[in-house]
């Protein structure tokens, strides 16, 4: 696992005052975590790239940002009460790589978390492990630079495992429980099987499917004919 280099405030102030006001003034390719991809045929599924994106806990939305800032919502998620707010920060590696304009998600966590596919994680210079959401003891840390300040993350850098959403309906239809396994087939020009699939069943939970962008370049989601969602077979796998 690749762990953070201690930084020396000095030198993470140059930094910030060197290149914090250039980076804030790029603009986001790919905004973290918006609903883009495609739909099963005939059903409400819907199968959503989930780039890479920041949550975070009030204090440090206000450590980044300024005393009493909260999250601006810039576009609503599919599942609902979840936004892309109209922040972003900074993120930086060892070695100080850096990667600008994540955007976070909203809304306020109990703690802060890092969501990366694993071509981030080798720009970064971090080893990315597959965690689920919130299961974050012993993953790597990271910086992550605001126009207000700067917050040190000692662990909660991750990439999400793959995922999907559903209401307790849904589940009864799928004849599948909350953290329970599904295989995702994607038809097209790039045909894929994406296999356990995390299942996250809740009362307000909405059919929906989260593969970050590596899984869903790979499998040419834009061009894709079909999304087909299938119960998967337990195995003796440790997850």
């Known amino acids: 696992m690749t762990t953070l280099p201690n930084m020396d405030p000095a030198r993470l102030e140059e930094i910030v005052r060197r290149v914090v006001r250039q980076q ?4 986001e390719t790919t905004p973290g975590g918006a ?18 994106h920041v949550h975070l ?15 601006k919502p810039e576009k609503p998620l599919y599942q609902d009460g979840f936004f892309a707010a109209e922040q972003t920060v900074m993120l930086v590696g060892p070695r100080r790589r850096m ?21 981030d994680g ?35 850098v991750i990439r ?7 209401s307790l309906a849904d589940a009864a239809r799928y ?3 909350n953290g329970d396994r599904m295989k995702l087939r994607i038809a097209g020009p ?13 009362a307000a939970g909405k059919l929906e499917v989260h593969i970050d962008t590596d899984e869903g370049n790979a499998a040419d989601l834009d061009h894709a004919t079909e999304v087909e969602l299938l119960k998967q077979a337990p195995c003796q796998c440790a997850h």
């Open 24 to 27: 804030f003034t790029l603009r």
């Open 35 to 52: 609903p883009a991809g495609a739909r099963g045929a005939g059903s409400q599924l819907v199968v959503s790239i989930s780039a890479r």
């Open 57 to 71: 806990t009030q204090q440090h939305v206000e450590r980044l940002f300024g005393a009493g800032v909260t999250l």
């Open 99 to 119: 990667l600008p304009n994540v955007r976070v998600l909203g809304p306020v966590r109990d703690h802060s978390q890092v969501e990366l596919a694993f071509t």
């Open 122 to 156: 080798i720009s970064l210079g971090i080893d990315l492990p597959v965690r689920a959401s919130g299961k974050i003891e012993g993953t790597p840390g990271c910086v992550l630079v605001g126009p207000a300040g700067v917050v040190e993350l000692s662990q909660g």
């Open 160 to 166: 999400a495992e793959r995922h999907v959403h559903m």
């Open 175 to 177: 004849g599948v429980a």
């Open 190 to 202: 790039c045909a894929t099987v994406f296999e356990d699939l995390l299942v996250r069943a809740d």
